[in-house]
Nanobody
Framework: EVQLVESGGGLVQPGGSLRLSCAAS????????MSWFRQAPGKGLEWVST????????YYADSVEGRFTISRDNAKNTLYLQMNGLKTEDTAVYYC??????????RGQGTQVTVSS
């Protein structure tokens, strides 16, 4: 059974940082590109970032470029998203998923990130 379990969300002030983690199991993690998506209240699912299976290439939405860093530890079957310089508009439920921006596969249950003073 494929499982993706996100953690690390919470309440943070504008300008602050959070590190999200996604523990993967039930599939060959090292063989899959992995992505982060988010969904803000009342809005659709938004792609945030993708990292290819080897970790050699990463891609970011313009809205997070330079502030967020995606990474992975294939030995630990874990995906990460380091978020710095958080803004109120980053408030959303963050999901990790298999696949890329246009080829989302399995998705986790999400973790809430709230940026507020």
């Amino acid at each position: 059974e494929v499982q993706l379990v996100e953690s690390g969300g919470g309440l943070v002030q504008p300008g602050g940082s959070l590190r999200l983690s996604c523990a993967a199991s039930g599939f060959k993690f090292i063989n899959h590109d992995m992505s982060w998506f988010r969904q803000a209240p009342g809005k659709g699912l938004e792609w945030v970032s993708t990292i290819i299976s080897s970790g050699g290439y990463t891609y970011y939405a313009d809205s997070v470029e330079g502030r967020f860093t995606i990474s992975r530890d294939n030995a630990k079957n874990t995906l990460y998203l380091q978020m710095n310089g958080l803004k109120t508009e980053d408030t959303a439920v963050y999901y990790c998923a298999t696949g890329g921006r246009w080829s989302i596969g399995f998705r986790g249950q999400g973790t809430q990130v709230t940026v507020s003073s």
